[in-house]
Structures are given as structure tokens and as C-alpha cells.
């Protein structure tokens, strides 16, 4: 067997995973071969450094900007327009965000789709068994389930 462990938008793109770091030494060190991507990274590149890791590190997680930008890509305006989440959510007095921050949220979201298409296309290089990796705290409830049912 083999596992890609693939590290999505919006992880620190200053740091590598130290979450898909251990789970990789973890599943080699049972004979799985793996790989780690680092698909942040080209967000990262596309987004501009500085705005990327405003986005990742800098703007209140209770505006959940990420989820809503990518949500956006698979769900368009079922859920949520821009408006409505920029006035409703972002604007919000008590857990928005700055205003100088919200043309951020909308160049990522204007970018995700072209990012996801190009994710896509990298499937190819990918290996069979696909785990996304965005904290340590997944890292945890991972191990806790392997302990339950071994590999």
C-alpha cells in the first residue's frame, strides 16, 4: 500500500506539517510507503506569500474564511454570497474581521477554483489513498482510531 498525505490550504506555508511529519514516519515505520504534498504551498505562490499567511495565521478563525472560500468553489452561492457573508460575517463588530482584510478573503476565493482545477490535475501523481492533514489535533484523533483498528 501506499498514502499521500496531503496538506491543503490554509496551513502555514512557513512551516512544514508537523502533524503529516509524524504520520508519515508513523506509516513507514509499519512498512507504508508515503508521500507528503504540500498543495499549500501553490496557494501560497498564487495568493502571494504575505496575503496567504494573513489568511492562514492572521485572521480570526471565527470568521471561518477558508472553509468559506473553498466552499464557494464546489457550492457557489447556495449557502452563502459574498455579500451576505462579508456584511453578516466579516463585518461583524464583535468576531469580524478588519476591514483591510476582507479584499483578502475575496482574491482567495476568486482564486480557489483555478487552485482546485490544478489540484485536480495532480491527482495523477498522487498515490491511491488520500488523507488531508491540517492540524496536529487531526494528527491525535488519527492515532486514536489506529489504536482501535490497526493498519
Partial sequence: MRVALVVMPFASASRPSLAAGLLKAELQGRGIQCDVHYLNLEFARRLGLERYEMMAEGIRTTVLAGDWVFSQAFYGDAFSCWNSYQTEVLADLD???????????????????????????????????????????????YFRFAQRRPL
Fill in 95 to 141: 468576531w469580524g474581521v478588519q476591514e483591510d482584510h476582507q479584499p483578502m478573503v475575496r482574491e482567495a476565493q476568486e482564486e480557489a477554483p483555478e487552485f482546485l482545477s490544478w489540484a485536480m490535475s495532480q491527482e495523477c501523481r498522487l498515490s491511491p489513498l488520500v488523507s488531508g492533514i491540517r492540524d496536529p489535533g487531526a494528527l491525535e484523533h
